[in-house]
């Protein structure tokens, strides 16, 4: 017996919550899922999509190093990580994290689920993105939700491991 699996669009495995603008209340309904960007990840845009994610991985971290990409108040090796909230229609930053930007919750009332259960953002289904794919696939490594940073040292321990 052969068994066919279907390709299914992320935003259809997430849990889909509903919540109305600030400004504009207009109630709208979404999957919503968190997604990462350790400092310098962006980085990967300024290669061609074709690079080998561990080359990819070390370019990154090099950079990480080379440019004193490190969290202000913790320093070297702890790498400051972005997070924003994402789904149907909605990019934004996520709320609880310290870098004095607006966030999801300035702009959106607090997401509820279908039964009216309010969300624990830490639930929130971790996605890594165009940016950040590249760690993934080089080490396997994928942050929780809102980890606010990672051990370079750690990382790189796993990507030399990986290289064997």
């Known amino acids: ?20 603008g600030v400004k504009y209340p207009h109630q709208r309904r979404a ?5 990462p960007e350790p400092n310098y990840s962006p980085i990967s845009d300024d290669y061609s999509a074709g690079i080998d994610p561990h080359d990819m991985f070390h370019a990154w971290a090099s950079t990480v190093r080379s440019e004193g990409g490190f969290h ?14 994402q789904g149907e229609g909605v990019i934004e930053t996520a709320p609880f994290q310290r870098f004095g930007l607006s966030d999801f919750l300035t702009h959106f009332t607090w997401p509820v689920d279908a039964n009216g259960k309010r969300l624990n953002w830490l639930s929130l289904p971790v996605r890594m993105g165009a940016k950040t ?14 980890q606010p940073v990672v051990n370079l040292e750690l990382l790189e321990s796993a990507y030399w491991e990986a290289e064997r």
Do not use: C, D, H, N
């Open 72 to 85: 202000e108040a913790m320093g070297e090796p702890w790498v400051g990580i972005y997070w924003s909230v």
């Open 1 to 20: 017996m052969s068994t066919t699996t279907e390709a299914v669009e992320p935003s259809k495995l997430a849990q889909v919550y509903m919540f109305e």
């Open 31 to 35: 999957a919503l899922w968190l997604l």
């Open 133 to 146: 794919r590249f760690i993934e696939q080089a080490i396997g490594w994928v942050p929780a939700a809102l």
